[in-house]
């Protein structure tokens, strides 16, 4: 069988670092390009970030091209108190030895997917939605072309993370996360309540670690600064590992806990903007638009990262 070919739309962070690192060293899945968003940090940053990730994992061949440096409709607002200021605080990279593509990451989404065959591409968001949306926005005729959208955010039965009931990356731009779940795209979530069960253990880090390899060591100097926040929320030493959830399903979707569901963003209320609206029991009778990821198997999500991580320099 052929790798699955996905463009990864991100914002690195660490966590995202761990999603591109997680796919680079998965055989099955064919990275066509990272494309970057402000999101965790200013577009400045997530940029290079990603071109530091890729040259990490030893694929400079993996081209990167800079989108949106701003929501649709909002201020951009960051997470430097997560991420720290670089976006990628704990480890120690050298400064990219290639530059970003020309191209626009919006155009490149839309010329990309108009010239591949329908259903051939997955589109991941790490991060706010805004490049993704505003090239269905652009171009309507990407949208039947897409495979499957499968995104890191939102959540419902934990509330949020960015205010009591909004994820970060959907309240960022909650504009362009409405115009993907409203376009009829295949769509797979993975809120918050599905990442909070996916926790990296200190014992995981040092199995990561031991692998010795630069990626393994420098995304366990990443783990390390990341697992510092969050301290008030878990009561362990462990920590959830976002981002690297949307590659886990692409490789082995029967690890989690999932369900069809309508989904809708919340865009009016000043104190519920960016909420992800999950119709679990089904009650409203609109069209089921979405796969929500409930819980993961963190065993045997965390035992195929690190067989995936083993397979890059």
């Not at 995202?16 to 899945?29: K, M, R, V, W």
């Amino acid at each position: 069988m052929s790798p699955r070919k996905i463009i990864i739309d991100t914002d690195p962070g660490q966590d995202d670092a761990f999603a591109i690192l997680f796919a680079l060293g998965s055989p099955e899945l064919e990275v066509l390009a990272l494309t970057t968003v402000g999101g965790n940090v200013p577009l400045a940053l997530t940029s290079r970030n990603a071109l530091q990730i890729a040259e990490l994992a030893g694929r400079a061949d993996v081209p990167v091209y800079a989108g949106c440096s701003r929501p649709m409709v909002k201020a951009l607002k960051t997470a430097e108190y997560v991420h720290g200021p670089t976006g990628i605080d704990g480890c120690v990279l050298p400064e990219p030895s290639r530059s970003l593509q020309d191209k626009h990451a919006v155009n490149f989404l839309v010329d990309t997917l108009m010239a591949a065959p329908e259903g051939e591409i997955t589109v991941c968001t790490l991060g706010p939605m805004t490049n993704l949306g505003m090239a269905m926005v652009m171009e309507p005729r990407i949208i039947p072309r897409i495979r499957e959208v499968v995104l890191m955010g939102g959540g419902f039965f934990e509330g949020g993370n960015a205010t009591p009931a909004a994820e970060f990356n959907i309240w960022v731009d909650p504009h362009a996360a409405a115009v993907v779940f409203d376009s009829g795209v295949p769509v797979t979530m993975a809120g918050i309540d599905c990442t909070y069960t996916a926790q990296m253990t200190p014992e995981w880090l040092q199995q990561l670690r031991a692998l010795g390899t630069r990626s393994a060591v420098e995304a366990a100097n990443m783990a390390d600064f990341y697992r510092q926040y969050g301290s008030h929320k878990f009561p362990t030493e462990a920590r959830p590992i976002h981002d690297a959830c949307v590659t886990g399903y692409l490789l082995a979707p029967h690890l989690y806990e999932q369900k069809q569901c309508n989904v809708t963003i919340e865009l009016m209320s000043p104190e519920t903007i960016g909420m992800t609206v999950v119709d679990w029991w089904h009650v409203t009778g609109r069209r089921k638009n979405c796969n929500v990821l409930r819980r993961i198997d963190a065993d045997g999500f965390f035992a195929l990262m690190l067989e995936r991580f083993a397979n890059l320099p």
